[in-house]
């Protein structure tokens, strides 16, 4: 594992979209599983520049996205397709066919979880994932539990991840309780993990994750096994 400590956000989201658009130049048709979330809002914003100043360019990149809440479809604004479209693939020049994110209206949610990693597969699996953490350890929407989920799968969220996601909504009500997530086994397959966190709120279960006991109580800490694991954090 590298563990990067960076003075500030802005230096930890530079530092992201650097390795983002390294892997992006040397791999120019490359897998990028993405997240959501505060986290990588920054990196997004220097990814989007990279590509209008034209030194990276996504025209060959598929993505693939971790997660995405039950029940909202992508007119949603509140939906996680709605998010990447808004803070990444309408500023880059990604094709938008090649974009990626489970499908939370899916009338069968378990058949869709299955072809999201069929689907995984038949790309040859994920080059780089970027992943966030959860103030209780998850990752995607890899709630903590008594073991690890491989295959994407329906969620039931913690009441701590709906507190913490009560700020992007009206009320703490209006957030969906289920998601569905990508799975353990595609994330830890990934060949690249990246894995950004920042502010002092975050240090804690950064600590347990990455220094403490491999255990699906703390789902974020499975990636202590990862061959290539990149952590990213910065107390600001
Ligand atoms: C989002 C996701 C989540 C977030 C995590 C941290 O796609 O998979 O695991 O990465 O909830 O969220 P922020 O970055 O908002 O603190």
Redesign the pocket.
């Known amino acids: 594992m590298k563990f990067i400590t960076v003075k500030n956000y802005e230096e930890l989201s530079r530092k992201a979209a650097n390795i983002i658009a390294a892997q992006v130049i040397s791999k120019p048709n490359c897998v990028l599983g993405?997240?959501?979330?505060?986290?990588?809002l920054g990196t997004y914003a220097a990814l989007a520049k990279y590509c209008d100043d034209g030194d990276v360019d996504f025209s060959g990149v598929t993505s693939v996205?971790?997660?995405e809440y039950v029940g909202l479809d992508g007119t949603n604004d509140q939906s996680?397709r709605y998010f990447m479209d808004t803070n990444l693939f309408s500023k880059i020049n990604i094709d938008k066919n090649k974009t990626h994110v489970p499908n939370g209206c899916a009338a069968d949610l378990k058949a869709e979880g299955i072809a999201y990693d069929k689907f995984i597969k038949e790309l040859g699996g994920i080059d780089l994932q970027l992943?966030?953490?959860?103030?209780d350890g998850?990752?995607?929407?890899n709630e903590p539990d008594k073991f690890f989920t491989a295959e994407t799968h329906e969620v039931k969220l913690d009441p701590s991840?709906i507190k913490?996601?009560a700020r992007f909504f009206e009320s703490e009500a209006d957030v969906p309780t289920k998601a569905i997530?990508m799975g353990m086994l595609s994330i830890m397959q990934a060949k690249k993990v990246l894995l950004i966190?920042n502010?002092e709120a975050?240090k804690e279960i950064i600590e347990k994750a990455f220094y403490g006991p491999i255990t699906p109580e703390v789902p974020a800490s499975i990636l202590q096994l990862h061959p290539d694991l990149t952590v990213i954090y910065s107390e600001n």
């Open positions: 993405l997240a959501t979330g505060s986290s990588p996205n971790l997660d996680y992943l966030g953490i959860g103030l998850h990752i995607g929407f991840t913490a996601n997530t966190a502010g975050k």
